[in-house]
């Protein structure tokens, strides 16, 4: 019998191992899958009544001469009553399999397809002049990871390409945006649009953004630190009050230590914060006033590590 199906047809027929094995008398033939069902074990359906829900099996039941379908991940076999041949029927049997399983298949495509959303990308300026938010429509990272260098960047490929940009000094990645530190020799005017359209074409491609190493050290830095009762209180108001706010300049400020004797707090600042000309009074005007408000007696100042 001649092959009907064209490559990227789901199913091809096997009758019952061979297609020139279609012989008289065989009661089995066996219609091999290019594709798995993903079923989790075989089954065999002895009437219309067992394959309740299962639709391919039920409309192969409807043909009269089926007497039992087994289906597994990769084939369904077909045992027929004694009142005809296969030879009879084998096209009409290969062409409800393949029409069924290929309209499954176009569906499921089409609802995939639906469901997929554009991403898109706009660029935000920050206050720090030398840094510019490249933000998406899509999560890119669960956990913060800053690059200093292309170095840092290494099996993160997006992050790793940016870096081939001679502009390009520093990057941080957060939640859903990326900020661009830049090199002073150029202007933002003539270099953002450039930018946008890498980082959106680089998303489309499923490009690595964060190397795994990165984060897990930034995760596993703030695990097995102890903290005191007041270190804890000062995190959980950096959490709660500090980064939201601290996020939409694109940057992060990460609580580093509590030095108990003369009440000092140490923060790292990343992103546009880092080398921000406002940090300062940022840190001073509102992170350290709010400490103080909420923790009166406790805090003396807030200091930046890496300024």
């Not at 600042?269 to 909420?294: H, R, W, Y």
Request: proline share 3%.
């Amino acid at each position: 019998m001649r092959n009907r199906w064209r490559e990227e047809d789901y199913t091809t027929l096997i009758c019952p191992t061979k297609k020139s094995n279609c012989k008289k008398g065989n009661p089995i033939a066996v219609f091999k899958l290019n594709r798995a069902l993903e079923i989790d074990a075989s089954k065999k359906y002895n009437n219309i009544d067992e394959a309740e829900g299962v639709t391919i099996v039920q409309k192969l039941f409807y043909l009269p001469f089926v007497k039992s379908v087994t289906l597994n991940n990769l084939s369904i076999e077909i045992e027929r009553f004694n009142i005809l041949e296969w030879i009879d029927v084998i096209e009409e049997v290969e062409i409800q399999i393949e029409t069924h399983l290929n309209d499954v298949k176009r569906k499921i495509n089409s609802e995939s397809e639906q469901k997929k959303v554009p991403i898109s990308i706009y660029a935000e300026s920050t206050p720090n002049p030398s840094v510019m938010k490249f933000v998406a429509n899509k999560r890119l990272t669960d956990s913060s990871v800053e690059y200093k260098n292309i170095d840092q960047a290494k099996q993160a490929s997006l992050a790793l390409e940016l870096f081939n940009f001679s502009y390009v000094k520093e990057i941080f990645v957060s939640e859903n945006y990326i900020s661009i530190t830049k090199y002073d020799s150029e202007d933002w005017n003539n270099i953002v649009l450039e930018l946008r359209e890498f980082i959106l074409r680089a998303l489309e491609m499923n490009k690595v953004l964060t190397n795994n190493f990165n984060s897990k050290k930034n995760i596993s830095k703030k695990k097995k630190i102890p903290r005191s009762k007041i270190e804890k209180k000062i995190i959980s108001i950096l959490e709660e009050y500090v980064k939201p706010a601290v996020a939409s300049d694109g940057g992060d400020i990460i609580f580093d230590s509590y030095q108990k004797v003369n009440k000092n707090v140490n923060v790292i600042l990343q992103g546009a914060c880092s080398g921000c000309p406002s940090s300062t009074i940022t840190l001073k005007n509102g992170i350290e006033n709010i400490l103080k408000d909420m923790l009166p007696g406790e805090i003396n100042s807030v200091n930046a590590i890496n300024g």
